[in-house]
């Protein structure tokens, strides 16, 4: 029987997290329509494009928090192709002082897209819109899913 993992309140999130790095995965989804980003709704970088991802919750594994992150930000089940890469977010980018971020290759499988609140206006690119998170912006540029601007 899996144990259902929980969230940090939002108060011991910023105190944990002004201490330490925090773990997130990336969930860079690529189809033939280009690759899907969704506009921030909340802080920090709100109302920037990014790829979707999320903490990484203690107990939990990294298959389990893209299953989680897909679902809970895209309605969407993904099939992980590789492993990408890393990005770090230092200040002042990361309210949270330092989070460190794996990101995947994936593609959809299952469900329908769809924001969250979150990020509501979720889209396909093939090239990097304005106002996208600048580590973000470069690291799908080095790894070839957008051209340099």
């Not at 993904?78 to 990361?94: A, D, N, Q, V, Y």
């Not at 949270?96 to 959809?108: D, E, N, R, Y």
């Not at 499988?109 to 973000?136: C, D, H, M």
Request: charge should be positive; glycine fraction near 8%.
């Amino acid at each position: 029987m899996k144990t259902k993992l929980k969230q940090l309140p939002l108060k011991e999130f910023n105190r944990v997290y002004g201490k330490v790095p925090r773990l997130c995965v990336d969930l860079v989804v690529k189809t033939k329509n280009g690759v899907i980003l969704s506009k921030r709704d909340i802080k920090p970088s709100k109302g920037m494009w990014h790829i979707p991802g999320g903490t990484v919750l203690f107990g939990e594994k990294l298959s389990e928090a893209i299953s989680r992150v897909a679902e809970e930000e895209l309605g969407l089940k993904l099939e992980i192709i590789k492993l990408l890469g890393t990005t770090e977010f230092l200040p002042p980018t990361s309210p949270h002082a330092h989070a460190v971020s794996i990101a995947f290759l994936t593609k959809p499988i299952a469900g329908k897209l769809r924001g969250s609140s979150q990020g509501r206006e979720v889209r396909y690119f093939k090239q990097a819109p304005l106002n996208t998170i600048k580590e973000q912006e470069k690291f799908l540029t080095i790894h070839k899913f957008f051209k340099k601007s």
